[in-house]
């Protein structure tokens, strides 16, 4: 059964930054693609970016584009996501997310707060 845990989220001004990770568990997650997702309040839940098995590839949301950067150590089978330039818009919750065996797992989420 694969487990997601997130953390490092927390409160930060404008213009800050934050390095949320994403630790797996259970299931090794280094053939498979995996992404951040995130949930503002009263929307729904969005996806953000996305990275490749090998880490090679990515793709973001042109909300977050050139601001966030995705990572992942698959030896530590870790998936990070730099944010950087951070605005008030991107307060919200954030989920990474794998799909696995024909199921999606997410994790329980880190708050990320952007607020002066």
């Known amino acids: 059964q694969l487990k997601l845990v997130e953390s490092g989220g927390g409160l930060v001004q404008p213009g800050g930054s934050l390095r949320l990770s994403c630790a797996a568990s259970?299931?090794?997650?280094?053939?498979?693609?995996v992404g951040w997702f995130r949930q503002a309040p009263g929307k729904e839940r969005e996806p953000i970016s996305c990275?490749?098995?090998?880490?090679?590839?990515?793709n973001y949301a042109d909300s977050v584009k050139g601001r966030f950067t995705m990572s992942r150590d698959n030896a530590k089978n870790t998936m990070y996501l730099q944010m950087n330039s951070l605005k008030p818009e991107d307060t919200a919750i954030y989920y990474c997310?794998?799909?696995?065996?024909?199921?999606?797992?997410w994790g329980q989420g880190t708050q990320v707060t952007v607020s002066s």
């Open positions: 997310n794998a799909f696995v065996n024909y199921r999606d797992y």
């Open positions: 259970g299931v090794a997650l280094d053939h498979y693609g």
């Open positions: 990275i490749s098995s090998s880490g090679a590839s990515t």
